[in-house]
């Protein structure tokens, strides 16, 4: 099930809220919290029964695990266990076929490929499972119960794409009974960020994905302008998808009156990879920092293991994205860059101090984050030098016409129409005016602040009610088509 769904918004919703904030008021706490768990289990396997099957072996195995550290003198070794059994399910669901076929590649071996199925979100509940796992070998958790335990692992706002919550950034909230209660100043907030990520989902990033696929289906046929909008499409799509969804799985969150860690800070207002790193996917992030980074000695032990220490951490946050090269090159390629960043502090610093070298700066990473988006979002490793040659070409030869046009959905029918009747046979005007309004507001949305941050500061104005209105409106006519989350696929 996903948030951008009929079912999810006039069904599980509605239920969910209504049904778990009806015990709460007959003080039935516990029972309100199972019933949230089981809707959860509901919503992860909506759609295959296998993935309930799956989600239960990960959450008892490591629950398993946490029990037998209560009795047991051996607690990192039982760490050690679990986080190999997490990996364990991780590598087969999401690298095994990968495996193969390198293995198959390099010693020219023929062992049949699994064709396994990547079940959703599994690299985020096996990563919330393992900083637990860690914590708790550690000694800096504790055992819970059943129930909150799994409370803490199949929360439904956060189960499919994150943000990657601690155990004790949420654990606390379910025990929290002043927290059961109903209200509407944290509903309304909710249903405002709720609305708002859907609009930005629906509206923008499911429209912006279709030049951005085209473009990089077709990249023998790109020119230089049309393969710089693809990229930018693609980047602006990115961004606007999984900021989407995480500003609505904060919203879901505050209607149950529960806090969410943010994911996004404006992370295309960064003047360094380095800080949009700090911005983009933060609890992914604080996971590779504490549970690798730190581990490994951080910056503790000289300028060699620092840079060694970036580059492993950002190898495996490529691998983490998916099976394929593209994406360890793409995150190794941010390791190099976030070092060399490191290397040239001092001259960055310096240029930071004035306004046209702070721009400078702002421009610079921009470019190179866009850049190394063509990397991350290229279908094979060859296709990377094949769509730089066309973005590096300076030719035009009229492609962005065939991009734009591939903006054409239910929304432009009678602007089309009307467009037919007025122009002729030059009616693609209208798909190009379309698409550098689409470009336009995806700039423009990229360095405004996030949704959470206009949500928090509290009232909104009577003028805002009619454009949230026409925004949901909009969105829910929209939903002829569920397009899924692109970081559920990671």
Not at 354 to 374: C, E, K, P, Q, Y
Not at 457 to 468: E, Y
Request: proline share 3%.
């Amino acid at each position: 099930m996903y948030f951008n769904s009929y079912i999810f918004i006039f069904l599980f919703i509605p239920l969910v809220l209504s049904v778990y904030f009806l015990l709460n008021r007959h003080h039935k706490y516990r029972l309100s919290q199972a019933w949230v768990v089981g809707m959860s289990l509901w919503f992860y396997s909506y759609s295959s029964p296998g993935l309930f099957l799956l989600i239960m072996a990960s959450m008892i195995g490591n629950y398993v695990c946490s029990a037998l550290m209560e009795r047991c003198r051996h607690r990192r070794l039982l760490g050690a266990a679990g986080v190999i059994y997490d990996l364990g399910l991780l590598f087969y669901f999401k690298y095994f076929d990968f495996f193969i076929t390198n293995v198959n590649g390099i010693f020219g071996a023929d062992w049949p490929l699994k064709h396994v199925i990547l079940p959703m979100g599994i690299s985020f509940y096996t990563f919330q499972q393992i900083s637990y796992i860690v914590d708790r070998a550690a000694g800096k958790a504790p055992h819970y119960d059943v129930l909150d335990y799994a409370s803490f692992v199949t929360f439904f706002p956060q189960l499919v794409a994150g943000p990657i919550v601690r155990h004790d950034e949420l654990v606390p909230q379910f025990r929290d009974e002043q927290r059961k209660h109903f209200s509407w100043e944290n509903f309304s907030k909710g249903f405002v960020l709720f609305t708002l990520g859907l609009a930005k989902k629906v509206l923008l990033a499911d429209i912006l994905a279709l030049p951005a696929d085209y473009g990089f289906a077709n990249i023998a046929s790109l020119d230089a302008p049309a393969a710089l909008l693809v990229m930018l499409s693609y980047s602006f799509q990115l961004y606007l998808d999984f900021s989407a969804y995480s500003d609505m799985a904060l919203g879901l969150g505050q209607m149950m009156n529960i806090r969410l860690p943010v994911n996004f800070d404006s992370p295309y207002r960064s003047h360094s990879v380095k800080e949009f790193w700090n911005r983009w996917h933060i609890t992914l992030g604080a996971f590779l920092t504490e549970y690798v980074y730190f581990p490994l000695g951080g910056s503790r032990k000289g300028k060699f293991r620092k840079a060694l220490n970036t580059l492993v951490v950002f190898f495996l946050s490529g691998m983490w994205h998916g099976a394929a090269w593209t994406y360890i090159l793409w995150g190794t390629s941010h390791g190099i860059i976030i070092t060399l960043e490191d290397l040239l502090k001092k001259p960055l610093e310096k240029l930071e101090k004035s306004r046209i070298g702070s721009f400078v700066r702002w421009l610079g990473a921009f470019i190179l984050i866009n850049l190394t988006m063509v990397i991350f979002r290229a279908d094979s490793l060859g296709d990377i030098p094949l769509f730089f040659e066309k973005l590096f070409s300076f030719r035009a030869s009229g492609a962005v016409k065939e991009i734009a046009m591939q903006t054409d959905n239910s929304f432009l029918f009678i602007p089309l129409q009307l467009a037919k009747r007025l122009l002729g046979e030059h009616f693609d005007v209208m798909y190009l005016l379309y698409f550098s309004a689409l470009i336009a507001v995806g700039a423009v949305l990229c360095r405004c602040r996030e949704a959470w941050v206009y949500t928090g500061k509290g009232r909104f104005s009577k003028k805002a009610l009619p454009v949230l209105a026409l925004l949901f409106f909009l969105s829910i006519v929209s939903l002829s088509k569920v397009v899924v989350f692109l970081y559920s696929n990671f």
